[in-house]
């Protein structure tokens, strides 16, 4: 009669009892280490400023061009910052370089507001039709090379000693680098925007400024602040010949009349009023526009 015990055959194995769990007991976290986000410090949040990074990097270049000035102490040939900044001081005093300044800009901006406009309707052009591409593409191969000041000596035949030579240069250093920065953002959209926006029956020009704009924005940008960097050196060096044949001028006239009056801290002020006008222009104007487009809008980190 069975009772039910199962006894194991000769030469097996005992069986072995269950292994019990093995518990480990690891210290709890303190009341330091369950902070999940610690506070910036004042200097850090600071640091985290690209203002304050930037402001940095010019005090330091400051500081490296009073040093150097100081030690090679030949005025005529590299004066200090000191001496730049009371050359640059007098002369806002006297009104010289407000005037000169705003003569220069003034230009600029009649040369760049065209040169954007140019570049615009080309590349609307470009964008709707096949030839209008074709003729983009052709015409910024051959003139984008070609050096804007190299244009000078024609422009002043055609338009005379007059602010139309000026901009007819201005107009070709902006046109081609914003023309090409644009269509190569237009032809950048992905196709699923693009057939979003037919989806949604957009066409013409509700399509471009609604679907292609915003997304080849951040070329755009790119190209508006390439024109612009163009167009101030192609205008300053312009100025250094064109104040000559003319007897006035902007800021580039003034770095030439004071270059012949050996007048190089007035030469290096006017060097640093021009440097001066292009950060603002990029940190106020440009620097805004970014923020408030293609920063906002998650095109760009």
Not at 9 to 37: C, D, K, L, N, W
Not at 96 to 106: E, F, G, H, Q
Not at 130 to 145: H, K, N, Q, V, Y
Not at 150 to 156: E, I, K, Q, R, V
């Amino acid at each position: 009669m069975s009772s039910g015990i199962v006894v194991p055959p000769a030469g097996a194995p005992a069986a072995r009892p269950p292994s019990q769990a093995r518990i480990v007991r690891r210290p709890t976290a303190g009341p330091a280490s369950s902070e999940v986000e610690k506070p910036l410090g004042l200097l850090e949040r600071a640091w985290d400023s690209a203002t304050v990074r930037k402001a940095v990097i010019i005090v330091i270049l400051g500081l490296v061009w009073e040093a150097y000035g100081r030690w090679l102490d030949n005025p005529l040939l590299f004066p200090t910052l000191t001496e730049t900044l009371q050359a640059l001081w007098a002369n806002i005093l006297t009104g010289v370089i407000p005037a000169r300044a705003w003569a220069s800009v003034k230009v600029l901006l009649m040369g760049y507001v065209a040169g954007v406009a140019l570049a615009g309707l080309l590349t609307i052009v470009a964008i709707n039709t096949r030839i209008g591409s074709d003729f983009l593409e052709t015409m910024t191969a051959m003139l984008s090379p070609l050096p804007a000041i190299a244009l000078l000596p024609l422009a002043l035949i055609w338009f005379g000693l007059g602010n139309g030579s000026l901009v007819f240069i201005l107009v070709h250093s902006v046109l081609w680098p914003v023309a090409l920065n644009t269509h190569s953002g237009f032809r950048g959209v992905s196709q699923t925007l693009r057939m979003v926006g037919r989806n949604y029956g957009l066409k013409g020009f509700r399509y471009i400024f609604k679907i292609l704009i915003p997304a080849a924005f951040p070329s755009i940008l790119a190209g508006l602040k390439i024109g612009w960097a163009f167009a101030w050196r192609t205008l300053v060096a312009a100025e250094l010949v064109f104040g000559v044949s003319s007897g006035q001028g902007g800021l580039g006239w003034f770095i030439f009349e004071n270059r012949n009056l050996l007048e190089i801290p007035a030469v290096f002020a006017g060097l640093l009023t021009v440097i001066l006008i292009g950060l603002v222009v990029e940190n106020l104007i440009f620097r805004n526009i970014e923020r408030r487009t293609v920063m906002r809008w998650g095109l760009q980190s």
